[in-house]
């Protein structure tokens, strides 16, 4: 049983650009979660989707970050026109359920030049 | 919100020794969970321990919700070990909002 899919692993992009992580959940599990851990800090919670709903967004930027969780394919998480202090690791967890235990991807690591 | 503590900061110790990591939490939670990051940056599970105690191999964990802490052991250190431990809560019922501590950052040395 594959566990969280999380891509890629590592992204650059240059200031203005647009980012796109992808997360697949493990198989059964149908609520995702993203988390992003800035350098030398811990994980700090994002939003959490169900399928083709977002459930809790408070933890996302105003501006610029969206994220969705279609009914076919892997959940994405949206950063434009990225700046350097979007510079982080993002991950990914999934649940069967809305409660009980998380499961972590490996992250992806975005750099911004 | 909920406050997650965690102690001490840093932790050198020698291949072998045993350590005690603590969380403190400052409210009720219906879910607690430890996790390794490893030097490489993946987080792996190591215990969903919203209360009691577990054991897997050379780790243990107890959580004493009642009084709003939990302990993780390791017993046996080895260097691949090392790496920042993190104790993650849950506050709110059906939030599923973990919410992190800082970590500890354990380096066993050969």
């Known amino acids: 049983n594959a566990g969280v899919m999380q891509n890629p692993r590592h992204l650059v992009r240059r200031r203005g650009q647009e980012a796109r992580l992808r997360c697949s959940p493990m198989k059964g599990h149908s609520h995702v979660y993203w988390y992003r851990q800035l350098p030398e800090e811990g994980l700090k919670f994002m939003v959490y989707l169900q399928k083709e709903n977002i459930i809790d967004e408070s933890g996302m930027p105003k501006e610029r970050f969206s994220a969705e969780f279609p009914k076919e394919g892997p959940s994405i998480l949206r950063i434009q026109q990225v700046v350097r202090g979007d510079s982080a690791a993002y991950f990914c967890?999934?649940?069967?359920?809305?409660?009980?235990?998380?499961?972590f991807g490996e992250g992806s690591r975005l750099t911004v030049l | 919100g909920i406050q997650v503590e965690q102690s001490p900061p840093d932790l050198i110790l020698q291949e072998g020794a045993n350590s005690t990591l603590r969380c403190n939490f400052s409210d009720s939670v219906n879910n607690l969970q430890w996790f390794h990051q490893n030097p490489w940056g993946q987080l792996i599970n190591l215990f969903y321990?919203?209360?009691g105690t577990k054991q897997n191999g050379r780790l243990s964990a107890t959580t004493v919700a009642t009084e709003r802490y939990s302990l993780l052991y390791i017993s046996s250190s080895q260097t691949t070990d090392s790496g920042v431990y993190f104790c993650?809560?849950?506050?709110?019922?059906?939030?599923?909002?973990?919410?992190f501590g800082q970590g500890t950052r354990l380096t066993i040395n050969p």
């Open positions: 967890a999934s649940s069967p359920g809305n409660t009980g235990e998380l499961f």
């Open positions: 321990i919203p209360s």
């Open positions: 993650a809560v849950e506050h709110d019922q059906g939030a599923q909002k973990l919410v």
